[in-house]
T-cell receptor, first 113, second 115 residues
Framework: EADIYQTPRYLVIGTGKKITLECSQTMGHDKMYWYQQDPGMELHLIHYSYGVNSTEKGDLSSESTVSRIRTEHFPLTLESARPSHTSQYLC????????????FGNGTRLTVT | AQSVAQPEDQVNVAEGNPLTVKCTYSVSGNPYLFWYVQYPNRGLQFLLKYITGDNLVKGSYGFEAEFNKSQTSFHLKKPSALVSDSALYFCAVRDIDTGFQKLVFGTGTRLLVSP
């Protein structure tokens, strides 16, 4: 079992609220990722990071933002949640070497009412 | 751009029978290929990968995958399915077109093993 933790596991909030999804890993991995998994199960990369103070947007446009102030911590923030943000959010990390597999957290299932 | 395709939304197999979950890939250059499994309400777990070497790759939980360059396929296999293998399976390829080399996932295949 990978040492990557996401909190909360489930979150139901009202429209317009600001939320932060937490992700922490204890493996010392340089690379971290946020994927959004829609009800059809497909995974879309929304943010990634090479290391501390590095953040990039992924393939799927997202209104969320991320920060990487510490190696082990990669939180995702939504300034004003909307129903269209309802989804499963998966955090992952990996070593920088080519071919290194990703280790995933158990996800946060977000519902915006 | 690198991509993978999983042509089957669902695969049904009886316990004890062999199983195959299909994946084809499209890459420029040498492919880095992966299989992941997702159980209900969990994140993805790494099963196995192919980078170079033997075309038959062995992974976790008795799974293996066969890399076939001429058919651009990387099918996941297991000789004898268990009910506990029922889950969602994702094939993925490393996108070498970007410096970050992120993983690009297929759309997933649901495996249902009946007792």
């Amino acid at each position: 079992e990978a040492d990557i933790y996401q909190t909360p596991r489930y979150l139901v909030i009202g429209t317009g609220k600001k939320i932060t999804l937490e992700c922490s890993q204890t493996m010392g991995h340089d690379k971290m990722y946020w994927y959004q998994q829609d009800p059809g199960m497909e995974l879309h990369l929304i943010h990634y990071s090479y290391g501390v103070n590095s953040t990039e947007k992924g393939d799927l446009s997202s209104e969320s933002t991320v920060s990487r102030i510490r190696t082990e911590h990669f939180p995702l923030t939504l300034e004003s949640a909307r129903p269209s943000h309802t989804s499963q959010y998966l955090c992952a990390s990996s070593h920088r070497e080519y071919g290194s597999p990703l280790h995933f957290g158990n996800g946060t299932r977000l519902t915006v009412t | 751009a690198q991509s993978v395709a999983q042509p089957e939304d669902q695969v049904n197999v009886a316990e004890g029978n062999p199983l195959t979950v299909k994946c084809t890939y499209s890459v420029s250059g040498n492919p880095y290929l992966f299989w992941y499994v997702q159980y209900p309400n969990r994140g993805l777990q790494f099963l196995l990968k192919y980078i170079t070497g033997d075309n038959l790759v062995k992974g976790s939980y008795g799974f293996e995958a066969e890399f076939n360059k001429s058919q651009t396929s990387f099918h996941l296999k297991k000789p004898s399915a268990l009910v506990s293998d029922s889950a969602l399976y994702f094939c993925a390829v490393r996108d070498i077109d970007t410096g970050f080399q992120k993983l690009v996932f297929g759309t997933g295949t649901r495996l249902l093993v009946s007792p």
